[in-house]
Structure formats: C-alpha cells, structure tokens
C-alpha cells in the first residue's frame, strides 16, 4: 500500500506565499515523475507542474516565474513553492507519483494524495 499525504494548504492574501509538501510512505521502491495538479471550482482539473526523478521540470503557463516544484528523493516527498499568489491560484492541489513498488519492479502505477485546498483572497 501506497499513501500520498499533502500538507501545507491554506488561506492567503493575493501577492503571498505558500509551500505545498506531499509525503509518500508505505511499500515505494521508487519513485519516477512527481506532478502538482489542481482543480479550481467549475473548472477541469490542470496540470500546475511536474519534475522527474532526474529532477527536470515543466510548468504550467499560468505559474511559471511564480511557483517552483521539488523534490527530496531519501524522503519520497515533493513540494510546490508558491509565490506571488493570486486569487486564480484558488484551488485544491492534488499531489500525485508514478510508484514502483517493492515487489513488482518495472511496474509503475500512479497513485494521488487527497488534496488540500489553497484559498488566495484580493
């Protein structure tokens, strides 16, 4: 069993600053691409940033130059640093991991956190 916890979420004022972090634990062997999502109300859910196990990374648009994505591979666990928010930024953000699990190596399945919920007020 794999489990994605993120942390880290809350409400903030448009121009402030968060840290998303999101934690795996259970039975990892490793881990490939880590990925930051988010669905805001009404709207479909969007892939904010992602960075592979080498490190690389890609942005949405719509944050690159305010957020940035890492990751701490001894810990299994990603952050999304966020700044310059704005209240478009409103939304809960999922974690999610491509997961090789001890066991079935060369199998990789995806597994999500349950989200939290960032709130950026004007």
């Known amino acids: 069993q794999v489990q994605l916890v993120e942390s880290g979420g809350g409400l903030v004022q448009a121009g402030g600053s968060l840290k998303l972090s999101c934690a795996g634990s259970g039975n990892i062997f490793s881990i490939n691409a880590m990925y930051w999502y988010r669905r805001a109300p009404g709207k479909q859910r969007e892939l904010v940033a992602v960075?592979?196990?080498?490190?690389?990374?890609n942005y949405a648009d719509s944050v690159k130059g305010r957020f940035t994505i890492a990751r701490d591979n001894a810990k299994n666990t990603v952050y999304l640093q966020m700044n310059s928010l704005k209240p478009e930024d409103t939304a809960v953000y999922y974690c999610?991991?491509?997961?090789?699990?001890?066991?079935?190596?060369?199998?990789?399945?995806?597994?999500w956190g349950q989200g939290t919920q960032v709130t950026v007020s004007s």
């Open positions: 960075i592979a196990s080498g490190g690389s990374t």
């Open positions: 999610a991991a491509d997961v090789v699990v001890h066991g079935r190596v060369g199998v990789t399945s995806a597994y």
